[in-house]
């Protein structure tokens, strides 16, 4: 059983992917409740799907021969076997084995009537038989019980990460020589240049140039070029400039808010930022684990 796949959102990637009828429906056998399915390989030795587990593999979504959306070439987790509409994908994947390759046609009419009609794609004509295709290789399976220990483990994983952030931060001040006091609220914002100019305050248009990193260094986001290619997160397609917020409309992190609020344009400043203050359990995106402390090396650029 392989871990370690990122799970691909069927729901988003359903809402806009159509194909026609015709010729193209050749070979289709149709179940019961009205879903197409084809298998250009079975092998039903293989584990079978059933329902709660995750589908490990490749899957390519296409309207006609267009193709939408693929994983081809990826191991990725594309699918959990979960009851749907009648005539939808769940009754195709727990028909797979691994080691399947097949491909399931889903009526267009029939989703429809479980989304808002503005998440329809453009082009979709209801009763004119539009069928959305899934090709899929089937190639590992992540049973419901597998998921359930991954949760227990990450539960763990979190609760071990809550139970030590406070020691974390204390060992980053004293490693790092940080004498200034954290706030109320546990922030420590040390100003290494005061500035002269306007001050940031609620309605003010702040530029700012920043750089975040988690406690070990860690980069996870700039809007300094040379930052983002030092921490090897440059993104050639990313304007690197600085960014450009309203105070108290624009919101950001409350750390963030708190630190900056009262600065004159000019000063530079690092903040350490619990996660109560940042993004606590939840973490954001791949980059910033659930209960991490920040780190902000910011410069307000202006203050309008």
Not at 17 to 32: I, R, S, V, W, Y
Not at 40 to 63: A, I, S, W, Y
Not at 152 to 165: S, T
Not at 265 to 274: D, R, S
Request: glycine content about 10%; charged content about 25%.
């Amino acid at each position: 059983m392989k871990k370690g796949f990122k799970m691909v959102a069927l729901a988003a990637a359903t809402t806009m992917l159509f194909a026609c009828n015709g010729g193209e429906m050749a070979g289709f056998k149709t179940t019961d409740n009205g879903l197409y399915y084809k298998f250009e390989k079975q092998n039903k030795d293989g584990q079978q799907v059933q329902e709660g587990d995750v589908l490990v593999g490749e899957m390519t979504v296409r309207f006609d021969t267009m193709e939408l959306f693929s994983t081809k070439g990826e191991a990725t987790r594309i699918a959990q076997a979960a009851p749907s509409f009648n005539g939808g994908l769940y009754e195709g994947l727990i028909m797979m084995h691994v080691g399947d390759i097949a491909t399931f046609a889903i009526e267009a009419d029939s989703l429809a009537k479980y989304v808002q009609p503005n998440q329809m794609p453009q082009g979709y004509e209801p009763g004119k038989g539009m069928k959305i295709f899934y090709e899929i290789n089937l190639q590992d399976i992540v049973t419901k019980e597998d998921l359930a220990a991954e949760q227990a483990n990450f539960m763990q994983e979190v609760q071990k990460r809550q139970a030590e952030e406070p020691e974390e931060i204390a060992a980053y001040v004293k490693e790092n020589g940080i004498t200034a006091k954290p706030n109320a609220d546990g922030v420590y914002i040390i100003v290494k240049k005061k500035g002269t100019g306007a001050k940031v305050a609620t309605g003010k248009e702040v530029s700012v140039n920043y750089t975040g990193r988690l406690l070990d260094g860690t980069m996870f986001d700039t809007s300094v070029e040379g930052d983002a290619r030092s921490g090897e997160i440059y993104n050639k397609d990313r304007k690197y400039e600085p960014m450009t917020y309203v105070v108290g409309r624009d919101r950001l992190i409350p750390g963030w808010e708190q630190g900056v609020m009262g600065q004159p344009a000019g000063t530079v400043l690092q903040l350490v930022i619990p996660s109560a203050q940042a993004y606590g359990p939840r973490g954001a995106g791949n980059m910033i684990p659930p209960y991490s402390p920040l780190v902000f090396d910011i410069e307000i650029v202006s203050v309008k």
